[in-house]
């Protein structure tokens, strides 16, 4: 009986030293980027955007806000808040991919000013050719040595005024298969265009949202 009694004293012991199980929120892998309000944490991260001739639009309404203008205001923000562990790449497109920098640079302060300057100056033209430019995109992270890529969180915001046609959208969905097998990035859109299925479908299927920022707001909508 007593060697019941001391088992059982033993046993209450070992589980009383337990630790008790963790209650700590695991924390997101990267640093958090805000792109036209959507919020997105990631280690690596690659802005495509559209330089196409539409993307110049100038509304009659003067106190209306042009596209590139828009563009140009709100990437400079993002560029100035990102944090210095972050890498990140710029990659203009419209006939063809146009990138800033040939790599992923880190997002020290020297590096944000410039990226804001490239941005703030460059020009519009052309059509808008989309998967040539998911392609360089991918190229960033194909481009990152074996020994950086152990924790890397890649995320992508693509920025577009443009509607994909249906051949198009048959071509980048073949094609972008093997990438985002590979790499798994957060796919986020920013479109100028209304009929945006296509690219908010890609964005949903690929953990990201999609934000018409030409869209009136959800009251003005129910008034119409």
Known sequence: MYRHVLALALTTLVFADDPPP????????????????IQTNATH???????????????????????????????????????????FAILFFSREPKPWKPA???????????????????????PTFLWKAIQR???????????????????????????????AQKTIRQGIKPYLARWKPILNVVSFEPDSEFLGKLAEENGGKLICPLD?????????
């Open 22 to 37: 963790s209650t700590q929120v695991e924390q997101p892998v990267g640093d958090p980027i805000d792109y036209f309000g």
């Open 45 to 87: 991260v690659v802005f495509i955007i559209d330089r196409s001739a539409s993307m110049f639009f100038n509304p009659e309404d003067e106190k209306v806000k042009s596209k590139v203008q828009i563009m140009r205001e709100e990437t400079g923000k993002t560029m100035m808040l990102l944090k210095e562990t972050t890498s």
């Open 104 to 126: 992923f640079v880190k997002a020290i302060d020297q590096n944000k000013q410039a990226a804001k300057k490239y941005v703030e100056k460059e020009g519009t033209g052309g």
């Open 137 to 167: 995109a991918f190229q960033y992270f194909d481009g990152i040595p074996v020994s950086e890529r152990g924790g890397m969180k890649p995320a992508i915001f693509l920025l577009t005024d443009g509607k994909v046609p249906e051949d």
């Open 216 to 224: 009136p707001p959800k009251d003005d909508k129910k008034k119409r």
